[in-house]
C-alpha cells in the first residue's frame, strides 16, 4: 500500500551565482589516493578500484551510513569549481529559483528502494521496486497503475523508456531484464518477456562457442549477465543497451527481443550507462573510469574510442544534456564532474566540477537547461548552464530526504521555458527523488531570469 502526502515545503531559493570563465580542460591532476578509491551503498558497486566484485551483488538497501567519509572525502584540487560565490560582474542575465514539494509518496514494502524513470510525453512518472510497478500522473500526481513485480526478479536497478514511450524495460538485480508494452488504448502496461528470452537461450545454448568463463570451472552463456544489471538505456534505432556488475555491456535488439553483442567492458563493476542520440555510449565503473563507445558506419560490433579517467573513485551515475554535447558524471568523491565534447575530437574533455554535496553522488539527470544530482547526504541539488558564460548557478538545494538520494528524474513541463514551447524565459519542471528508505517525492521547481 503507497500513501501519497500532501504538500510540506516552499522555498524561494537566491542561487550561488556564478561568473565563470572558460575553463581549460589541460588541468594537471593531482596524485591519487587509493583509498579514497570505495564508497559503499545505495546499491551500487564501489570498492578499491581495480577489485574484482563478489559473487552476491550488494543490498540497495543499505543506509547512507555506509558512506564513509575517511574512503570517500576526496575531491578533485586540480579540477576548478564551476561555481561561485562572488556576484558576477557583467550584465548577463541571472536566474533564481522557486521550489515546492508536491508530495511524498511512501510504501510499507520492506525492501522499497524505488527506481525512478518518466516520459516527458506522455508526462507519466514511472516506480519500481522490488515487489511492484507504479505509475502516475505526472500533472496531478494521480496514481494510475499498480502492477505486483515478477517473482524472485529482486530489486530493480534502472529503468528506462522507448524512445516512442510504448515500451518499458526493468533491470533486475538477478540479471535478467524484464520487457513492458503499453497498450495504446488503455494506456495499461502488461509484462511482454524477459531478456534473454527462452527462445534465445535454447537457441544458443547447444554449441560450446556460445559459453563464456565466468570464474574457475563456471561457464554461462555470453548473453546471460551473470551478476545484478545496473543500467539500461533504449535509443530511436531499436537498440537496448544494458550494464552490469558483471562488467559487461550488452547489445539488444528490441524488435527482435535477442541479444546481439557482449563487451568486456570495464575491469570493476558498471554502474551507470546513458546513450547520445547519434549512438554514442557512455559507462562508468567502480573501477574510477567512463569509457565512450560507438559502432562505426558498416561495422557489426561497438568499439571504444575513448576512456575518460578523471574521477579519483567508483562511477556511479551519468548524465547527458538534451543535445548530446555535454557529460555529467558523478561518483564517490562527492563532485560531478563536467565533461564537453572537444571541437577537435569525437570524445569529452573535462572542464569542471560542480561541488557542495558531503557524500557520494548517487544519482544525475538532465532536463531543458538543468541538471540535477542526488547524493548521500540526502540532498538534491539544481544547477542551471548559462551557454553563454558556461558558467554553472547552484539554483536550489533540497533536503527532507532521511537516506541518501538513488534515483533521479527530472522533466520540463509543457508550456514553460522557450525549449518547451513557452514565449517566456520561466521554465518549470518536475523533479522527482527517490531515496534509500523507499520515499519518493515529487518536486515542482520554477525558473526565472533576473
Known amino acids: 500500500m503507497q500513501q501519497i502526502s500532501q504538500p510540506t515545503k516552499h522555498a524561494r531559493c537566491t542561487p550561488m551565482l556564478v561568473s565563470l570563465p572558460w575553463l581549460c580542460s589541460e588541468c594537471s591532476s593531482a596524485a591519487e589516493d587509493d583509498n579514497s578509491a570505495a564508497c559503499g551503498g545505495g546499491g551500487y558497486r564501489a570498492g578499491i578500484a581495480g577489485a574484482t ?32 560565490l562572488i556576484p558576477p560582474l557583467n550584465t548577463f542575465p541571472l ?8 508530495s511524498s509518496i511512501t510504501s510499507n514494502s520492506s525492501a522499497a528502494t524505488a527506481a525512478l524513470a518518466a516520459s516527458a510525453t506522455s508526462l507519466l512518472l514511472y516506480s519500481a521496486t522490488e515487489s511492484t510497478l507504479s505509475v502516475y500522473d505526472l500533472t496531478d500526481l494521480r496514481p494510475i497503475e499498480s502492477i505486483p513485480a515478477p517473482y524472485g526478479a529482486g530489486a530493480v536497478k534502472s529503468i528506462s523508456l522507448s524512445p516512442n514511450g510504448s515500451a ?16 495504446s488504448r488503455s494506456g495499461l502496461h502488461r509484462l511482454v518477456t524477459s531478456l534473454p528470452t527462452t527462445a534465445d537461450r535454447l537457441r544458443r545454448f547447444p554449441l560450446p562457442k556460445n559459453y563464456v568463463t565466468i570464474r574457475r570451472h563456471h561457464k554461462r552463456l555470453w548473453i546471460e549477465h551473470a551478476d545484478a544489471v545496473s543500467g539500461i538505456a533504449a535509443d530511436a534505432s531499436g537498440l537496448l543497451y544494458s550494464v552490469s556488475w558483471d562488467k559487461t555491456l550488452k547489445i539488444w535488439s528490441v524488435s527482435g527481443l535477442r541479444c546481439l553483442e557482449s563487451v568486456s567492458a570495464h575491469e570493476d563493476a558498471v554502474n551507470a550507462i546513458v546513450v547520445a542520440a547519434d549512438g554514442t555510449v557512455y559507462t562508468g565503473s567502480a573501477d574510477r573510469r567512463i569509457r565512450v563507445w560507438t559502432r562505426p558506419a558498416g561495422a557489426k560490433q561497438h568499439e571504444l ?45 573535462v572542464t569542471g566540477t560542480l561541488r557542495g554535496h558531503e557524500r557520494a553522488i548517487l544519482s544525475l539527470s538532465c532536463a531543458g537547461e538543468i541538471v540535477v544530482s542526488g547524493s548521500g547526504d540526502g540532498v538534491v541539488r539544481v544547477w542551471r548552464r548559462d551557454g553563454i558564460r558556461r558558467a554553472y548557478s547552484c539554483l536550489a538545494v533540497m533536503g527532507g530526504h532521511a537516506k541518501g538520494v538513488r534515483s533521479l528524474v527530472a522533466v520540463m513541463m509543457p ?36
Open 53 to 84: 566484485p563478489g559473487s552476491s551483488p550488494l543490498s540497495s538497501s543499505n543506509s547512507v551510513s555506509a558512506f564513509d567519509d575517511a574512503i570517500s572525502v576526496v575531491t578533485h584540487p586540480s579540477l576548478p569549481s564551476l561555481q561561485s
Open 95 to 102: 536566474f533564481s529559483a522557486s521550489y515546492l514539494c508536491l
Open 168 to 183: 518499458l524495460f526493468t533491470a533486475h538485480q538477478d540479471g535478467r531484464i524484464r520487457v513492458w508494452n503499453r497498450s
Open 305 to 349: 574510442i575513448a576512456t575518460l579517467d578523471r574521477h579519483r573513485s567508483a562511477v556511479n551515475a551519468l548524465a547527458l544534456s538534451g543535445d548530446g554535447s555535454v557529460l555529467y558524471s558523478g561518483a564517490c568523491d562527492r563532485s560531478v564532474l563536467v565533461w564537453e565534447r572537444n571541437e577537435k575530437a569525437d570524445y569529452m574533455m
Open 415 to 450: 508550456g514553460s521555458g522557450r525549449d518547451g514551447g513557452g514565449s517566456g524565459d520561466d521554465e518549470e519542471y518536475r523533479v522527482c527523488s527517490g531515496s534509500l528508505d523507499g520515499e519518493i517525492r515529487v518536486w515542482r521547481v520554477r525558473v526565472s531570469s533576473l
